[in-house]
């Protein structure tokens, strides 16, 4: 994998730092995956494994980006299409699922590809831009570039709102 550009992420999110070899401070680890042409980095202490999809149970009236649950280990688990998170329209179907754990909760994201580990480091790249800016409070918490496209550095416990928790529980029940 190429190197990118360095990340800045705001001091609340991040977690254990070290220092790399040019005296940037150096952030935990992140795995860098991709989705359409964008790639992602989540932090790497909620991933759980990376896998092949597994059939997935579609919820009516759930988001669009929110594929259904499926299961995982036993777990139901909330499966999130990474591409209609981030507005990509792509037709054909994810090949790799990242499970996470997320306050003990599951949840998987489905995307095109399991690139690697990267330690991030603070450095260059600016915050979201101000056009972004209502993504504040979003699943992504930082914007870069790495290789040929966008690299967001993802915050998993804002993948699925507590909102979409509830509705999923609610149709939980509801069987």
């Known amino acids: 994998m190429n190197e990118?550009?360095?990340v800045d992420l705001p001091d609340a999110r991040l977690g254990a730092t070290a220092a790399d070899g040019a005296g940037n401070e150096a952030l935990a680890p992140f795995l860098i995956c991709r989705s359409a042409r964008c790639h992602c980095a989540l932090p790497l202490k909620h991933v759980?494994?990376?896998?092949?999809?597994?059939?997935?149970?579609?919820?009516?009236?759930?988001?669009?980006?929110?594929?259904?649950?499926?299961s995982i280990r036993g777990d139901v688990t909330p499966v999130v299409d990474m591409r209609r998170l981030i507005g990509v329209d792509i037709e054909s179907k994810p090949t790799r699922f990242v499970s996470l754990r997320v306050d003990e909760r599951p949840l998987a994201l489905a995307l095109d590809e399991v690139l690697g580990i990267r330690h991030l480091v603070r450095g260059t790249a600016d915050r979201l831009p101000p056009l972004l800016g209502a993504m504040h409070d979003s699943a992504v918490s930082a914007i870069s570039t790495l290789d040929d496209g966008l690299l967001l550095v993802l915050q998993c416990a804002k993948l699925l709102s507590d909102e979409v928790r509830q509705q999923l529980a609610g149709a939980r029940d509801l069987r």
């Not at 759980?48 to 649950?69: Q, W, Y």
């Open 48 to 70: 759980a494994e990376t896998m092949r999809p597994v059939p997935v149970e579609r919820i009516e009236g759930m988001p669009d980006f929110l594929l259904g649950v499926a």
């Open 4 to 6: 990118g550009r360095n």
